[in-house]
């Protein structure tokens, strides 16, 4: 019913708002861009929206990386996950589209438990989306997306712990255009996209749309499944409309619907062979599944189905020339099953799938007032949202003994040449009775959230040269988690649960329910020493939200009931300051930072290959970020990126010993990123484009505490993308190769059968290339 009424809420708001504005006359000139537009400025410079007021990106007093449409397609970017190889600080890891790990600074926000919220936001067209399993989104037909680090409660919302990525789309314009794009590429990658734009001053729509399909680069050896490991196949479609009835209004209405149908996740065995040779997390992979896996992980097959649809209401009314009221409202909902083979070997041991489904709606409104010597903003969030993660397991017990417990000695598990010496155990323990006893189970966690929050956000200028920004968010929450589990007693042993850990909840559903408030602060200094030359430092407060962490225990009778653990929440301090210059054909920024963390939150995967959460205590990071361009002519540009960090869980940490020193995971020392476009015009309506570029970063651990065997090391990419365009750019061909020294380097490692004692591996990107074929009309 909840839900119901927000879709309605949402539907009335459209049809209203453009009502009531119709009496309104407009203030705003038609050649001024909108909040989802880029403009270049002397081929430097951007405008962004991250304070949320249209500025240079010079003039935010926080340090903010801006990439427009148009660089990403120079770059041949395709995905999130390969913009941040761009960006200094940022390290985004796609082990799926419905498990995607966001890290700025080397702070991870990964966790699919419902009950867990996130420390990066991730905002999509003004609306937060920060939802692990939801959050994946497809980056076509985009107008820029902008990184902004740091703690950024009071504009970005409660979330943004650590920082905050926003994703505009490109809003419909006047006029009529369109683009139709193909590609075809190695793996039997295909490529189709393209949009429609048209429109006049009062009405304008676009529609756009993207489909993506290839063969997994992983080989399966298994002969129950399919496809290769790693197959894609995305579909995306956006349709916006733009109403601005006079000068004063405008209402963008947005569309979206995302879709995957991707292979199984490569969960390479480190330990285990195959047939086609010994354990190696960058060959053939042997990963079966279940004989029952449709009956009790809901699909044959290894893989992702993933539904996401989106819908945005954004409405600007200009009340007079210095006040504005801006409305931000979307709903989104989102349903996945992803089936993956644990264990990564041909045994039937670690089968699983995750079922995740959930929706959210978000609401705020904004005045704003903005004259030269101040600018202000005051407005109200409410954010809700429900969602479960579900997961169940399928084994049979006596490979699951035998590869756990070695319960019979000299069998083995997998041994070499793949065979699956496990599978004789339940015949030999039983003396051959039975071959085999199929062992299933399944457990949920829950979470509804709810949040309220106010916020100011203040920026006065006592002369040109100086402006303080104070700003504060206020908020209350009320955290809501649930949990039961389906877990069969073992044959075998006679006991209660196959993975120790694991407890029925006999039917129940157990819940539980916590309110918590905060107030959240920022202060900003931006001096302009110069023309070129801004100096600006920053104090900020973050918070992650405290887990209601939820799950059984036995009381001293042996009856299930709750398990409630409540994790305080984690608190950041950041510290920064830096320059930024902008001066003809050079624009750059240098920022250090101090951030100090207290209830520090890590994600510790238990023996029965379930996560909580807990806090490891206080950790801090130090560290220094530089980005420059240059370009000398209209033809050639050149940019140079480079992040250092040290940090990590401090030392000598009595809250939690295990972890002390250690790195955060996915935190790379050093990243750093160089390259150049040359586009360069060969007659009045042809032009030559080419763009090399390469990518460093340092080695990062994937667990916490840190093993070196579970870890990369360096890895330095280099990726290409060049071509010709024609007829006034109304046709281009270029051609791409991404990874262009096919270095073998690591995406994860670990993960859930690591908590077994056989982590594996999951190899990252080969060599990808292909040719892409794009005609426009204008």
Known sequence: MKRNLIRAVLLTSALSIPGAALAQSSAQASDQPSPGDTMALGGNEIIVTAQKFEQRAQDVPITISAVGGQRIEELGITDLDELSNYVPGLNIQEQSANNPGIVIRGITSDSGSSQQGPRVTLYYNGVDISRSRGSYQAIYDVDRIEVVKGPQATLFGTASAVGAISIISARPQPGFSAEIKGGYGNYDATLLSGFANAGNDVVAGRVAFEWRKRDG?????????????????????????????????????????????????????????????????????????????????????????????????????????????????????????????????????????????????????????????????????????????????????????????????????????????????????????????????????????????????????????????????????????????????????????????????????????????????????????????????????????????????????????????????????????????????FSGSLGVYYQKYDGFQVSVIQDDGTTITQSAGTASNLGVEAEMRVQPTDWLSVFFNIGYIDGGIDDDNTFAPQVSGARFRLQPEWQASAGLTVDYPITESTRVFFTPSFTHRSRIFFEVPNNPLISQGPVTLVNLRGGFSFADERFEIAGFMRNATDEDYLLDAGNTGGAFGIPTFIPAEPRFYGVELTARIF
């Open 217 to 585: 680069y992983v080989e399966n050896l298994a002969s129950s499944q399919t496809d290769d490991l790693y197959a894609q196949d995305q579909l995306g479609i956006r349709a916006s409309l733009r109403f601005t009835p006079g000068e004063r209004f405008t209402l963008d209405l947005i569309g979206t619907y995302d879709r995957q149908r991707n292979g199984g996740t490569p969960f390479i065995s480190g330990t285990y062979p195959t047939e086609a040779g010994p354990a190696d997390p960058f060959g053939s992979a042997n990963l079966g599944g279940s004989p029952l896996s449709e009956q009790v992980l809901g699909n044959s097959q290894l893989g992702l189905e993933r539904d996401v649809y989106d819908i945005n209401l954004t409405a600007t009314y200009e009340i007079s020339d210095t006040i504005s009221f801006t409305t931000v409202n979307g709903y989104r909902e989102f349903d996945s099953a992803e089936v993956f083979d644990a264990d990564g070997s041909a045994a039937w041991y670690l089968e699983f799938a995750e079922i995740a489904e959930g929706w959210q709606f978000s609401h705020e409104g904004r005045f704003a007032y903005n004259t030269p010597a101040l600018r202000a903003s005051l407005g109200w969030n409410y954010f809700t949202e429900d969602g479960r993660q579900n997961v169940p397991f399928s084994s049979e017990e006596g490979i699951f003994l035998q590869c756990a417990a070695n319960i019979i000695p000299g069998l083995g598990c997998v041994v070499p040449g793949g065979v699956v010496t496990a599978a004789q155990t339940t015949a030999l323990a039983t003396g051959g009775a039975v071959s085999q006893i199929p062992y299933r189970s399944v457990f949920e966690n829950q979470g509804q959230n709810d949040s309220y929050s106010i916020f100011a956000d203040a920026t006065w200028a006592p002369i040109p040269e100086i402006e303080l920004t104070a700003g504060v968010r206020a908020l209350w929450e009320k955290r809501k988690s649930g949990y039961y589990a389906e877990v069969a007693p073992s044959v075998l042993t006679g006991g209660p649960s196959l993975i120790p850990g694991q407890i029925d909840t006999n039917g129940q559903t157990f819940e539980a329910s916590e309110d918590y408030s905060a107030v959240l602060p920022r202060f900003n200094l931006l001096w302009r020493a110069s023309d070129t030359v801004n100096l600006y430092a920053t104090v900020a407060k973050g918070r992650r939200s405290p887990v209601v962490q939820l799950n059984a225990r036995r009381d001293p009778a042996g009856n299930p009931v709750p398990n409630l653990q409540l994790v305080p929440q984690e608190t950041v301090w950041n510290y920064e300051g830096g320059v930024k210059i902008s001066s003809g054909f």
